[in-house]
């Protein structure tokens, strides 16, 4: 939540929600206590006077919880939708309208907080590095503006001094079919923008793309540096189990209708299953060893590692334990022993049940975590390139 207005109109909600909860409270006792003073004698005036402070409470509630729901990004689809349901169950209602105030109350304070931060520091610009930062997706996701991959990572970027570009490889192909994706990209950067290099920095199997590309061509001398975030450099065992075990027909529908979908949403050339085993163990093990860290470049890993499984979205709570089983603690995706690479390894969890997961290191869910600030940590590791003199 960015945005000022949004971030004054939530507020806005939130307060009116607030004097709602407190003023139906006396409404209903004063209610209580009046009818036994004027009932029956003046059930009439009784009667208009609650009418009308009803009317005043129903206009009260919906302005406010239409002006949060518009704007809140932390209430997220689930409280919104049982948020509805349970509006219909007297007492329900409350309890759960209590926890709507306390989500979005902790949203505004949070944000405005982060405009603070920002403000007092623009003139630092901590982020505006030698040269731009190129952000680089994992597999089975494009560079779609709406919605972002990066979630709100590129605008707090840019908001602290820093140049972004995209990757925009297709969303599924071999490793070295992104790699050389990205080998294009990055001369057409560097070209545009006559900046000499780009500091790469990509999540998942992105990872392996730039290394792919690094190693396969001469495009390191356009790279001032690559850190990846949560890629799986020495791939993933439960991927390979998964592909011996489910019959070959089965993968080549899965794959034939994801190719089918993504060529009618931009990508040329979709390649579901050439991604899919290239994320295997024994294959990305053989990539690891070959291809080496290349001189010239600073390079740098990060990982994290997401505590319990129901603390993880939609699919990643599926296949956190899948994967603990055959590669132990994780991401939900990818193991801690599959993260390190390069001269320096940040490794991220936080205190307690919810851990870090891999979709919440690039924002996908755009989810303020109680212990890590996902656009504060890449703020401060661009400003550490900056500082490198990247």
């Not at 908001?159 to 969303?171: I, K, T």
């Not at 190693?215 to 356009?222: F, L």
């Amino acid at each position: 939540m960015n945005n000022v207005w949004q971030l004054k109109i939530c507020s806005f909600g939130v307060i009116a929600l607030k004097i709602f909860l407190i003023t139906v409270t006396i409404l209903t006792v004063g209610g209580i206590i009046s009818a036994f003073l004027m009932i029956p004698d003046r059930w009439l005036t009784w009667l208009l006077w609650i009418l009308c402070l009803s009317l005043a409470e129903f206009v009260l509630f919906w302005i406010g919880i239409i002006s949060v729901y518009c704007t809140s990004v932390q209430l997220g689809i689930k409280i919104r939708v049982l948020g509805a349901v349970l509006g219909m169950i007297p007492i329900l209602n409350l309890i759960f309208l209590i926890k709507i105030i306390r989500t979005t109350s902790m949203e505004v304070e949070f944000e405005k907080k982060k405009i603070q931060v920002n403000a007092a520091r623009k003139e630092e610009k901590i982020c505006e590095t030698k040269y731009p930062v190129l952000l680089v997706h994992g597999v089975f996701f494009r560079d779609y503006k709406f919605p972002n991959y990066w979630g709100r990572i590129p605008k707090e970027l840019e908001l602290n001094g820093a140049e972004v570009y995209f990757g925009n490889q297709q969303s599924a192909a071999s490793v070295e079919d992104s790699g050389k994706e990205l080998v294009s990209r990055i001369k057409e950067i560097v070209k545009a923008c006559g900046c000499q290099k780009v500091n790469v920095i990509a999540h998942s199997k992105g990872g392996l793309d730039i290394r792919c590309a690094v190693n396969q061509s001469d495009i390191g001398r356009y790279i001032a540096s690559i850190t990846t975030i949560n890629t799986p450099h020495r791939g993933c065992e439960f991927a390979q189990y998964l592909l011996e075990k489910i019959p070959v027909k089965m993968q080549e529908k899965i794959a034939g209708t994801y190719n089918s979908a993504m060529r009618k949403l931009g990508d040329k050339n979709p390649d579901f299953m050439a991604a899919v085993n290239d994320l295997t163990a024994d294959t990305c093990k053989k990539m690891d060893s070959g291809f080496g860290i290349p001189e010239g470049i600073f390079c740098q890993s990060v990982g994290s590692k997401l505590n319990k499984a129901t603390n993880g979205k939609f699919p990643l709570n599926f296949t956190y334990n899948l994967v603990k089983y055959f590669d132990g603690p994780n991401d939900g995706l990818v193991s801690e022993t599959s993260f390190e690479w390069g001269e320096k390894y940040t490794f991220i969890t936080t205190d307690g049940k919810r851990g870090v997961s891999h979709g919440d290191m690039i924002d996908l869910n755009r989810e303020n975590i109680d212990g890590f600030d996902v656009r504060e940590f890449y703020v401060s590791l661009v400003a550490d390139l900056k500082n490198r003199g990247l």
